[in-house]
Nanobody, 114 residues
């Protein structure tokens, strides 16, 4: 059973930075696509960024140039710089394995004050 454990959320002022981490308990982590999604109150969950096993990444237009996704041995990171109040949301880690199965973390709250 795949388990994803997120950390790093919190409260920050606009213009500040946070770094989210997600550790996966999977043997084939290196072949999975990892991503970060977010869901603000009253809105649908949306893709923030994702990264393939080969290191290719893509970003939502709203965060490109401010957020950076990267991955280590069994962890994926989201460095968030120049945060804005509209970035406030619950951030979820996602993993898609080689069988196209989706797994989700429990989420971590990010709150950006103006």
């Amino acid at each position: 059973q795949v388990q994803l454990a997120e950390s790093g959320g919190g409260l920050v002022q606009a213009g500040g930075s946070l770094r989210l981490s997600c550790t996966a308990s999977v043997f084939t982590f290196s072949r999975a696509v990892m991503g970060w999604y977010r869901q603000a109150p009253g809105k649908q969950r949306e893709l923030v960024a994702k990264i393939t096993g080969g290191g290719s990444s893509n970003y939502a237009d709203s965060v490109r140039g401010r957020f950076t996704i990267s991955r280590g041995r069994n962890t994926v990171y989201l460095q968030m710089d120049n945060l804005r109040p509209e970035d406030t949301a619950v951030y979820y880690c996602n993993l898609v394995d080689t069988g196209a199965n989706n797994y989700w973390g429990r989420g971590t709250q990010v709150t950006v004050s103006s």
